[in-house]
């Protein structure tokens, strides 16, 4: 008898910084699709980012590992963080899938802005052959027309994108950044050790980022 594909999440995304929103999008997830575990992959330098200013990688590396100790069920990888030049979530992938020798099965969790750009992404067809994609949304997204575009990305693909709704979570990484910004709190927004280590490395003062 064979045994069955473990079933990995990879939540993939800037994390500038990681907030409750994913936390939680994490955990549904995985326990939508029975997920053995949900690896965070801070995204290192992004091709559609190289013109926005973003948090050092090392910083968002460690506010996503202090975000997530409490987890069992939850992993940070450094595979993006560490590699030079641009990263393709596609190169992500099939590093993730020779380091498990095959023997996952991948779906890649991330917000449902960025997948309805996924025609614009690095082998769009390839990727969708190796792993399963699920589209975040929150309170507030363009639910119908997010819907009509995720439809015609699935038959343009002739692949299954999977959507989760996030009720009652509308924080963002962006209105985290202004109200840090603007010494507003931000309490229970983030977890606290993430908060802390904000305040230790004064990270978004003066912030402009968008
Ligand atoms: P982003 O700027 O981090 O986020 C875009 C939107 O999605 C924001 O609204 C964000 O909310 C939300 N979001 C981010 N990560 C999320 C997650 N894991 N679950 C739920 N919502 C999430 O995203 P991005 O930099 O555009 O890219 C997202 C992922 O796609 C990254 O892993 C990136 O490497 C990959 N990507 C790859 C390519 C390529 O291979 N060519 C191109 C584009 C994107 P917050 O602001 O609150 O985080």
Redesign the pocket.
Known sequence: MTAQKKKFGI??????P??I??LV??EQVRDRFNLDKVI??P??N????SRKKVTEARHRFQMTLLATISNPYFEVSSI?VDREGL????D?IKKLKEEYNNEAEFY????????L?LA???STDE?LELCKFVA?T?PGFKLSKMEKEIADLEKKYSKKIYTILVPALK??????RHRLNENKSVKYLLEEPVESYIIKNKLYNNSNKE
């Open positions: 939540m993939g995304g800037t994390f500038d990681i907030h929103g994913h999008i994490a965070f992959i995204s290192g992004p091709p559609h980012k993006e990263t393709y979530t596609v992500t890649f969790i991330t917000g449902a802005d960025a997948i750009d614009t992404w690095k990727l975040a929150r924080v963002s990484s962006t209105d985290i």
